[in-house]
């Protein structure tokens, strides 16, 4: 492990966004039928933020009963909402949409601040999104008949939806917004690590004058995602999170007749061939595995490059690591936020062991750990092959393993030994042999000399155990669909 | 009539683009409605199932790597071969499912014409459920439909023949390949397609066909890790349950199984499109700069 400090030509001054934007309540309840409520047996949980361990709030822990309440307000609301004309529902939604451009500032400050993430992530590439993908699912809810689903195809009924704590508010889009357009109510439950955002976003649906009962948020832990997911009356499951939650879900909903979609993990492989522009790679590879400190499902985490260029990649690799700031989320200059949650870090920490007891060579960029908080350094592993545990587990976190190939044929059968199948990338000039090779991959999405790019028009998901279903698009629209 | 005495078929099962016997040396007797003999089938094993997905698995690159308009070549020249033996399997269904000649050469030649309608989807799918995405910002960004892998598909018990092929024929169209379990109680029409496909340019072990006992053979299927997906349209409530549980354990794209009135009714696109995943590429679009408005 390398510790050598790399000056940089200019040193920042710090840039802190103003947390004064946002109003944390000390408190806050179960969003159920348009109010918010104590949870039946009073638990409540701390949320705290990952970069300080400063408790933010106490938020409301819902348990069996108040899943029943929730999914039965919503069940309530359903008859309505899935009534209204498509029109109607349409302007609820492009509400939404305004409102939270409205209050995007405010929204990510919060993101930031229960999140961990880098208030520049948070800004420019949550929020933005997050907004696109309400106006976008607006759009469609008045022209469902157009969709190729048939003519007037009906909504579902109650949609259960459990997101994770790496995005959100975005992931929180990613459902609610295809699930109202459709005509379905929601009961969804954020992650209790990031519970804050869904809770303003209750706010945001009584602004825009939704239907009381058409959202509902249940903050919890994994026992009311799957008091939820197992309700009888939730006709639709729709679940981000992990590999090993995701086959419980589907053991879960056997021999019932839930529409299940589920949007797991991942083991991205970045392909680098040796006409690639090495700088653009770079900045491609660091986008892959360091944006969101690695904690994205579609990370690119294994990097496989060509064995003639590796020495040089790796070291440009590593000379732009030792630039990236790591520290205060809330400083508009910080590239690396904090680990989500300790529990993660840990994970993480054991995974970087494992490596290093496996044999592989570590490195991390030298840089300073905040003292307080959950902090990660970016780190890769070299002379790494496909039996260690970092180049099969997803790791979850700030950590690149490095694998080299000599011909395309070997670069796609590494890509592909893998059970997941949600991401990879591809970097070379050569266009015949992007075609080529993406066409061989066995991943939902497929980023040519780019990574990490989301639209709310593209569809979204995997292929293996990275799940089933798709997000984004004309094709997101099937989830919520009795089709 | 004659009273000369006819030859039987032993009937086997069609594996790898080969005709083997179980490996387990079983058969089970197959009757008619009335309950008179009409053959031994194969009564497959695990075993049986495993081989059929090592086939499937093998016959995988090769079939959806072909082009599209090659394989509804192919799929048109099955119903090219089957419209040749026509009477063979108007024999056949009339047997299995106890009903006239005549009813059963009209399911017989709604058959053939599935067979067609699937032909002819091939190299229209993909435009009917993929496309090029508006994405925000200079990317290229396109969609395509791509086949799942191995597909286990459990034939519908009742329907012997106008059912397997309304199950099976949109499996294989898109690209996928198939380990078919026959209608547990009459597998012969199923058993006989396998000799028309091996005589149909379909590539070997781009469909497998296993009979026997629907929960024996379905059982390892659902659990095995190397196939991909599994339509459960031969599996009652129960059996269907614990399939999906088992299935679940790689996650598998489950089809659960749906009442279907009427075989002969138009299907949809439901039955690919549940076995098709779909591909997303981005690629910069970059930009000819100021001077690309000048036309």
């Known amino acids: ?483 | 009539m004659s009273d000369r005495l006819s030859v039987l078929k032993t009937y086997k099962l069609y594996v790898g683009g080969k005709f083997p016997r179980s490996e387990s040396g079983r058969v089970y007797e197959v009757t008619d409605h009335k309950g008179k003999w009409l053959a031994n089938a194969p009564q497959s094993s695990r075993k049986d199932a495993r081989d059929a997905v090592v086939a499937a698995r093998k016959a995988f690159g090769a079939w959806s790597g072909a082009t599209a308009y090659n394989r509804g070549q192919v799929l048109y020249r099955v119903a090219e071969m089957l419209e040749g033996r026509k009477s063979q399997f108007v024999h056949e269904v009339a047997d299995a499912e106890g009903v006239s000649k005549s009813k059963a050469a009209v399911v017989v030649e709604a058959t053939i014409d599935r067979w067609v309608w699937y032909a002819g989807w091939t190299d229209k799918i993909a435009q009917v459920i993929g496309g090029a995405n508006p994405v925000a910002g200079p990317y290229f960004n396109l969609s395509s439909p791509e086949p799942t892998g191995v597909v286990a598909v459990l034939a519908p018990q009742e329907s012997s023949f106008l059912g397997l092929v309304s199950v099976l024929a949109p499996v294989i169209a898109t690209g996928n390949t198939a380990v078919v379990v026959a209608s547990e109680k009459s597998p012969l029409p199923a058993l006989s397609l396998g000799e028309v496909l091996a005589t149909s340019d379909v590539p070997g072990g781009t469909v497998n066909i296993l009979s026997g006992r629907t929960a024996e053979i379905a059982t390892p299927l659902a659990a095995h890790q190397d196939v991909n997906a599994i339509d459960l349209a031969g599996a009652d409530e129960a059996l269907a349950k614990e399939l999906e549980i088992a299935a679940a354990d790689n996650l598998k794209r489950v089809l659960r199984p749906q009442p279907v009135d009427d075989w002969t009714a138009t299907p949809g696109l439901d039955r690919m499109t549940a076995f098709l995943e779909t591909k997303t590429v981005w690629h910069p679009t970059g930009s000819l700069g100021a001077s690309g408005s000048s036309y």
């Open chain 1, 1 to 483: 492990m390398s510790n050598e400090k790399r000056s940089s030509a200019f040193e920042y001054a710090p840039a802190p966004e103003s947390r004064s934007i946002v109003d944390i309540a000390p408190s806050y309840g179960l969003f159920i039928d348009g109010e918010f409520t104590e949870a039946a047996d009073g638990k409540v949980f701390k949320t705290v933020s990952p970069s300080t361990e400063e408790v933010l709030s106490e938020v409301a822990q819902a348990g069996a009963e108040d899943v029943d309440r929730a999914v039965k307000a919503a069940r309530r609301a359903f008859e309505k909402w899935s009534a209204l004309p498509g029109s109607e529902r349409a302007k609820y939604l492009f509400r939404i949409a305004r409102i939270i451009q409205e209050r995007s500032r405010e929204l990510a400050v919060l993101e930031t601040l229960d999140n961990g993430k880098p208030i520049k992530e948070a800004r420019d590439a949550d929020l933005p999104l997050v907004a696109a993908h309400f106006f976008y699912y607006a759009g469609w809810a008045d022209k469902l008949d157009h969709a190729g689903f048939g003519p007037d195809p009906r909504p579902l009924g109650v949609a259960g939806q459990v997101i994770p704590w790496n995005f959100p508010l975005l992931m929180l889009a990613w459902k609610i917004a295809p699930a109202l357009a459709t005509g379905n109510t929601v009961v969804l439950k954020p992650a209790e690590t990031t519970p804050l955002s869904a809770l303003f976003f209750a706010d945001i649906c009584r602004q825009a004058g939704l239907p009381k009962g058409v959202v509902n948020i249940l903050p919890g832990y994994g026992d009311t995602g799957a008091a939820l997911v197992a309700h009888p009356d939730v006709d639709k499951v729709a679940f981000t999170g992990s590999t090993a939650v995701g086959k419980e879900i589907a053991r879960t909903v056997a021999g019932t007749r839930k529409k299940v979609t589920l949007e797991l993990g991942g083991k991205g492989a970045n392909i680098v061939f040796d006409d690639a522009p090495i700088d653009q790679a770079v900045e491609g590879i660091v986008n892959g595995i360091f944006f969101n400190q690695g904690q994205v499902c579609c990370a690119g985490s294994r990097l496989l490059v060509q064995e003639s260029v590796h020495d040089e990649l790796l070291e440009s690799l590593k000379r732009r690591l030792s630039t990236l700031r790591l520290g205060d989320p809330l400083d508009k200059n910080t590239d690396i936020g904090a680990i989500n949650s300790e529990e993660q870090l840990a994970r993480i920490t054991s995974l970087v062991e494992r490596g290093e007891a496996e044999g592989a060579e570590r490195w991390s960029a030298a840089c300073e750990l905040p003292s307080s908080g959950y902090w990660f350094a970016p780190t890769l592993f070299t002379n790494v092959t496909q039996a260690h545990t970092v180049a099969r587990d997803e790791i979850f976190g700030p950590v690149l393993s490095v694998l080299t190939f000599r011909t395309p044929d070997e670069a796609v059968a590494k890509a592909n030994n893998t059970p997941y199948g949600l991401s990879a990338g591809i970097w070379t000039e050569k266009g015949s042999r992007i075609l080529a090779v993406a066409n061989r991959l066995r991943a939902g999405v497929v980023w040519s000399n780019t990574f990490n790019k989301f639209d709310p028009t593209s569809p979204f998901g995997g292929y293996k155990e990275s799940g089933f279903g798709r997000e984004g698009g004309r094709h997101g629209l099937e989830a919520y669909l009795d089709v």
